[in-house]
T-cell receptor, first 110, second 112 residues
Framework: DQQVKQNSPSLSVQEGRISILNCDYTNSMFDYFLWYKKYPAEGPTFLISISSIKDKNEDGRFTVFLNKSAKHLSLHIVPSQPGDSAVYFCAAVAGNMLTFGGGTRLMVKP | DTEVTQTPKHLVMGMTNKKSLKCEQHMGHRAMYWYKQKAKKPPELMFV???????INESVPSRFSPECPNSSLLNLHLHALQPEDSALYLCASSQQGVYGYTFGSGTRLTVV
């Protein structure tokens, strides 16, 4: 039973446009959410996080939105750049346990 | 120092070998983790150490043996592995809860 799901395995976006990556969760005990970016054969790199008491957190080109009633969060990247091409994982937290979604491969075309 | 350092970066071992993966952090984090990641899959939690004590073992086979010698170091001892154990092994650390959760760059393990 997947508690964190990223239903789009891949996403292709034109450079300069917005990338929207989605994540859904089922466990109401999750109280903190993170997004990681991962290149092949490297460890995940932390991007941005959001607490369950907020509905939006912004850091430069990256904004995370949380809809707690829908158990849904999304990562917006504006404007998208070719260097953003990677696999993006959302992760949800209960205690000190991270549960990862399956990842979405983002491809930003020049 | 805001990094988690893992060595070696690559390791090829036979099924009868004994090897160890090492992880080090100097951020004062008191929780350290081992994850296993197969291609095109999310990281899977293996072990959690909290304040140098093993707090979570996610039903990992005994051929993987974790060790936390001190608050900065985490080892993963490998013995009699199978080819299906080939994967990227990631170490992570965090402060209380998941504050500052940071991953190392991983060890790419190949079992032949």
């Amino acid at each position: 039973d997947q508690q964190v799901k990223q239903n789009s395995p891949s996403l292709s976006v034109q450079e300069g446009r917005i990338s929207i990556l989605n994540c859904d969760y089922t466990n109401s005990m999750f109280d903190y959410f993170l997004w990681y970016k991962k290149y092949p054969a490297e460890g995940p790199t932390f991007l941005i996080s959001i607490s369950s008491i907020k509905d939006k957190n912004e850091d430069g080109r990256f904004t995370v939105f949380l809809n707690k009633s829908a158990k849904h969060l999304s990562l917006h990247i504006v404007p998208s750049q070719p260097g953003d091409s990677a696999v993006y994982f959302c992760a949800a937290v209960a205690g000190n346990m991270l549960t990862f979604g399956g990842g979405t491969r983002l491809m930003v075309k020049p | 120092d805001t990094e988690v350092t893992q060595t070696p970066k690559h390791l090829v071992m036979g099924m009868t070998n004994k090897k160890s993966l090492k992880c080090e952090q100097h951020m004062g984090h008191r929780a350290m983790y081992w994850y296993k990641q197969k291609a095109k899959k999310p990281p899977e939690l293996m072990f959690v150490y909290s304040y140098e004590k093993l707090s979570i073992n996610e039903s990992v086979p005994s051929r993987f043996s974790p060790e936390c010698p001190n608050s900065s170091l985490l080892n993963l001892h490998l013995h009699a592995l199978q080819p299906e154990d080939s994967a990227l092994y990631l170490c992570a650390s965090s402060q209380q809860g998941v504050y500052g959760y940071t991953f190392g760059s991983g060890t790419r393990l190949t079992v032949v």
